[in-house]
């Protein structure tokens, strides 16, 4: 499962990413179930996103729909805002939050697959919302933008897509594109609740078919705090019988 997106994995050639952040990560998860790992590199993912952007919506965007707009309204971007999309494949997320942040505002969408962007790039022109956003093809382990350019970061169905040693890079990431009193929102399938028989045969199909269900349930609230967010709300709905967690966090000072 995914978001819409098509991205950002790890291959193991980032060693230097496992600093202090992975430090407190394997703490954290101490008192956490076991993390099944994300084995497939950038190419490999890169090019199956690409290859199945035109039928994503149809695979996954009307199940998550819920999810997604639930994670949206924690996020309740306003007016003005600058905020940035990590993994934001067709567009689907993109249309409601540049509606939100009007004509004075400005969102970016980021995701590794080519074919996804120029999906919500159509998807956005037909909506009318196109000069309210921008779009790039990139890696979220290396954010192409500035330190604190943004309000605001929103991620759904993408952290538990990446490798375990790969989510505090990522998260430090997003700390450093936020501006002071900023936010994330993330919305995840959750490792955090109880091991019901459609989590556990999901664990089992990622652990078998890693190519076609290519993530696992992530305990999202531990990962904030142990990159040293403060959670302000946390939320549990589930989809299919699978757990969802939704958190919307700050970051550190």
């Known amino acids: 499962m995914s978001n819409n997106h098509g991205l950002f994995y790890a291959n193991g050639s980032h060693p230097q990413l496992l600093d202090f952040s992975a430090c407190r990560l394997d703490l954290a998860m101490a008192s956490e179930p076991h993390l099944d790992r994300v084995e497939r590199s950038h190419e490999p993912a890169r090019a199956n996103y690409n290859r199945i952007s035109r039928f994503y919506d149809l695979i996954a965007g009307w199940s998550e729909k819920k999810s997604r707009e639930a994670g949206l309204a924690r996020l309740a971007a306003k007016e003005g805002e600058q905020v940035l999309e990590i993994g934001c494949g067709t567009g689907l997320a993109l249309t409601a939050l540049a509606r939100a942040v009007g004509a004075t505002g400005r969102v970016c969408g980021l995701d590794l697959a080519a074919a996804m962007v120029s999906l919500a790039r159509a998807r956005l022109d037909r909506a009318g919302l196109a000069e309210r956003v921008e779009l790039r093809t990139g890696d979220a382990l290396t954010l192409p933008y500035p330190a604190r350019s943004f309000d605001a970061v929103f991620m759904s169905f993408v952290l538990e897509l990446f490798d375990t ?89």
């Open 165 to 253: 040693p790969e989510i505090p890079a990522v998260l430090a990431e997003c700390r450093r594109v936020l501006r002071p009193g900023g936010r994330i929102g993330v919305v995840s399938i959750s490792a955090s609740g109880p091991r019901t028989l459609v989590r556990r045969l999901y664990e089992w199909s990622h652990q078998r078919f890693p190519r076609v269900v290519d993530c696992r349930p992530i305990p999202v609230r531990t990962l904030l705090e142990s990159a040293e967010f403060s959670p302000t709300t946390t939320d549990a709905i589930s989809m299919w019988g699978l757990g969802i967690e939704i958190v919307v966090a700050k970051p550190p000072g």
